[in-house]
């Protein structure tokens, strides 16, 4: 018996004598209406506690945000240390057990996105203004990747190689041992170990934390270990060559600078090692010298001429081994191959056919020029030959101005960088003006356009012809 019934029951047996049974009964029933009742009230007071919870986590899930919001505000006004551990200390008072972990996982993520690149401009400020180490880490610092974790290999290698630049190496081991720290706990989570394979944000991470390790090693004369991680990144090159590639217009953690940086280490430290057979050692070579083909095509199928040209030159002494020496001289170019000639001018015909050495010939040869003569025997009328050749391709003004003045005071040697621009500002002109040749012809000289040092053309015009003269006549023999 419950509810209404139950109180009817009640109130009919006040003035009844009942029986022990029915008495029982009555109370019995009472006392189950009395227990659901109770039930019932707790019920609605644990509802209501869970509700009051969840606004109450709401509640602070809305302050946390808040608080990130304005941390990371502060942080890019440079009180990024401080504002860090106030909201940290806030939160930890605020929060409790997974709330807690949650907050300290979100003010790390805050730290590697924020603090640590700020670190990074703070340190590309400390070199020379302007100069290509400062610009590569202030680059290096504008590069954001998704995963927080390789975010911290990437900055700390980052880091490393800023604080190489300033010659701080112990800072730089630091950064770099904290930069292999985080890469070790990457892999050995076992999620994240099973999709590293194929995936290139880690594997390009990976490659330049191990290059940064590489060069740090170098330094410090640990020439194995250098080694050993020279070759960790090139193992990981020939697993995933798509790596390499430069054709992709995305921002990549690794450039051609990364990339050829390895090649041109390993090649160096393993012609020192006695260890190493002359076959690994052509092997790595090749290797390079792929990838400047590969830089090369890159650039002419962009039309960056400057580059292309600058590419061209790095391309012919890598292949007549002279890149230490940084020219070719006679014998370079009597017997440089005829191959790798062909090669090179067909992929600047084929990319514009304004350029390319077989079209230089074509006017050396039809301004009057000869082919391989000695400079011992040259005429008055071989060096005029020369200058109508040089102004035919545009490397030579008929007056000159400022410091490019010629020997006979009657024109001047165009710099690079204004040949270039004048290409560029004209897409139908300029025949045969690249690439360059360079053999004897360029100098690091005067400052350019926008301050920046360029490379111009000597002003001496017997060197200039004779590597010309010398080249057409390696061209002509070449059949090109």
């Given at each position: 018996?419950?509810?209404?019934?139950?109180?009817?029951?009640?109130e009919?047996?006040?003035?009844?004598?009942?029986?022990?049974?029915?008495?029982?009964?009555?109370?019995?029933?009472?006392?189950?209406?009395?227990q659901?009742?109770?039930?019932?009230?707790?019920?609605e007071?644990?509802?209501?506690?869970?509700?009051?919870?969840?606004?109450?986590?709401?509640?602070r899930?809305k302050?946390l945000?808040?608080?990130?919001?304005?941390?990371?505000?502060?942080?890019?006004?440079?009180?990024i240390?401080?504002?860090?551990?106030?909201?940290?200390?806030?939160?930890?008072?605020?929060?409790?057990?997974?709330?807690v972990?949650e907050?300290?996982?979100?003010?790390?993520?805050?730290?590697t996105?924020?603090?640590?690149?700020?670190?990074?401009?703070?340190?590309?400020?400390?070199l020379p203004?302007?100069?290509?180490?400062?610009?590569?880490?202030?680059?290096?610092?504008?590069?954001?990747i998704k995963?927080?974790?390789?975010?911290?290999?990437?900055?700390?290698?980052?880091?490393?190689?800023?604080?190489?630049?300033?010659?701080d190496?112990?800072?730089?081991?630091?950064?770099?041992?904290?930069?292999?720290?985080?890469?070790?706990?990457y892999?050995?989570?076992?999620?994240?170990?099973?999709?590293?394979e194929?995936?290139?944000?880690?594997?390009?991470?990976e490659i330049?934390?191990?290059?940064i390790?590489?060069?740090?090693?170098?330094?410090?004369?640990?020439?194995q270990?250098a080694?050993?991680?020279?070759?960790?990144?090139?193992?990981i090159?020939?697993?995933?060559?798509?790596?390499?590639?430069?054709?992709?217009?995305?921002?990549k953690?690794?450039?051609?600078?990364?990339i050829?940086s390895?090649?041109?280490?390993l090649?160096?430290?393993?012609?020192?090692?006695?260890?190493?057979?002359g076959?690994l050692?052509?092997?790595?070579?090749?290797?390079?010298?792929?990838?400047?083909?590969?830089?090369l095509e890159?650039f002419?199928?962009?039309?960056?001429?400057?580059?292309?040209?600058?590419?061209?030159?790095?391309?012919m002494?890598?292949?007549?081994?002279?890149?230490?020496?940084?020219?070719?001289?006679?014998?370079?170019?009597?017997n440089?191959s005829?191959?790798d000639?062909?090669k090179?001018?067909?992929?600047w015909?084929?990319a514009?056919?304004?350029f390319g050495?077989?079209?230089?010939?074509?006017i050396?040869?039809?301004?009057?020029?000869?082919?391989?003569?000695?400079l011992?025997?040259?005429?008055?009328?071989?060096?005029?030959?020369?200058?109508?050749?040089?102004?035919?391709?545009?490397w030579?003004?008929?007056?000159?101005?400022?410091n490019?003045q010629?020997?006979?005071?009657?024109?001047?040697y165009?710099?690079?960088?204004?040949?270039?621009?004048?290409?560029?500002?004209?897409?139908?002109?300029?025949?045969?003006?690249l690439?360059?040749?360079?053999?004897?012809?360029?100098?690091?000289?005067?400052?350019?356009?926008?301050?920046?040092?360029?490379?111009?053309?000597?002003?001496?015009?017997?060197?200039?012809?004779?590597?010309?003269?010398?080249?057409?006549?390696?061209?002509?023999n070449?059949?090109?």
């Open positions: 018996m419950r509810g209404k019934a139950l109180q009817e029951a009640e009919w047996a006040k003035d009844k004598n009942l029986s022990y049974q029915d008495k029982q009964y009555l109370a019995a029933s009472k006392e189950k209406e009395i659901k009742e109770i039930a019932a009230r707790e019920i007071a644990q509802l209501e506690r869970e509700k009051k919870d969840r606004e109450a986590t709401e509640q899930n302050a945000a808040e608080a990130n919001m304005k941390a990371r505000q502060r942080i890019r006004n440079g009180t240390i401080l504002v860090l551990t106030v909201l940290g200390a806030a939160i930890s008072v605020i929060l409790a057990g997974k709330e972990k907050a300290q996982q979100k003010l790390k993520e805050t730290y996105y924020v603090a640590y690149p700020q670190q990074l401009i703070e340190l590309g400020r400390k203004l302007n100069s290509t180490e400062s610009q590569l880490i202030s680059k290096k610092a504008g590069l954001k995963d927080a974790q390789i975010e911290q290999v990437y900055l700390h290698a980052s880091k490393s190689l800023a604080y190489q630049y300033l010659e190496w112990k800072s730089a081991e630091e950064s770099i041992k904290q930069s292999m720290n985080f890469l070790r706990g892999k050995e989570n076992k999620q994240e170990r099973e999709g590293s194929s995936n290139s944000e880690f594997l390009e991470t330049f934390a191990l290059n390790q590489g060069d740090l090693l170098k330094e410090q004369k640990k020439t270990e080694i050993e991680a020279y070759k960790e990144a090139f193992n090159f020939q697993k995933h060559p798509e790596l390499s590639s430069l054709q992709s217009a995305d921002l953690i690794i450039d051609s600078r990364v050829e390895i090649y041109r280490s090649n160096s430290l393993l012609s020192t090692d006695p260890s190493v057979t076959d050692k052509k092997r790595f070579e090749a290797y390079l010298t792929k990838h400047l083909y590969a830089q890159y002419l199928k962009a039309k960056n001429w400057k580059s292309a040209d600058l590419q061209t030159y790095q391309l002494l890598n292949l007549a081994q002279r890149e230490e020496q940084g020219y070719l001289n006679y014998d370079n170019i009597n440089f005829c191959p000639l062909q090179i001018d067909h992929l015909v084929n514009d056919n304004r050495f077989s079209v230089q010939k074509q050396w040869i039809k301004t009057g020029n000869r082919l391989g003569i000695k011992d025997y040259w005429n008055n009328s071989d060096y005029e030959n020369n200058i109508k050749f040089a102004k035919a391709v545009g030579y003004d008929e007056k000159g101005t400022g490019n010629a020997r006979d005071k009657k024109g001047s165009v710099s690079l960088d204004g040949l270039y621009k004048r290409i560029k500002d004209n897409s139908v002109g300029y025949r045969g003006s690439p360059v040749i360079r053999s004897f012809s360029f100098r690091r000289g005067v400052d350019g356009e926008d301050g920046v040092n360029e490379v111009e053309i000597d002003i001496e015009t017997i060197k200039q012809a004779r590597s010309s003269s010398f080249l057409a006549l390696r061209l002509a070449c059949n090109i």
